[in-house]
Nanobody, 123 residues
Framework: QVQLVESGGGLVQAGGSLRLSCAASGRTASTYAMGWFRQAPGKEREFVATINRSGGSTYYADSVKGRFTISRDNARNTVYLQMNSLKPEDTAVYYC????????????????WGQGTQVTVSS
């Protein structure tokens, strides 16, 4: 098993940037493809981005493409989400998650989840 802990959330003005980190412990994070999801109040959990085990392949939701970048450092057992040009509609709790299924955008296929970190973007 792997345990995941997110950090880096906070309050930022529209147009600003944040970098989220997801630190993995337990089983080596490189065993898993990793994803970021988000959930705003009253809304369903939404796929944001995913990265394969090596870090060589990524995929993004259309809503964040060109603004967000997912990356990983397997030596540090850490996955990142760099978020630029933030918009108020990006406000949500952001979760990192691990899966054995590469390339999945379906949250139900991720078996390991962090506790989430709040991102609030003010207009």
């Amino acid at each position: 098993q792997v345990q995941l802990v997110e950090s880096g959330g906070g309050l930022v003005q529209a147009g600003g940037s944040l970098r989220l980190s997801c630190a993995a412990s337990g089983r080596t994070a490189s065993t898993y493809a990793m994803g970021w999801f988000r959930q705003a109040p009253g809304k369903e959990r939404e796929f944001v981005a995913t990265i394969n085990r090596s870090g060589g392949s990524t995929y993004y939701a259309d809503s964040v493409k060109g603004r967000f970048t997912i990356s990983r450092d397997n030596a540090r057992n850490t996955v990142y989400l760099q978020m630029n040009s933030l918009k108020p509609e990006d406000t949500a709790v952001y979760y990192c998650a691990g899966t054995l299924r590469t390339g999945s955008i379906n949250w139900a296929e991720y078996g390991y989840w962090g506790q989430g970190t709040q991102v609030t973007v003010s207009s």
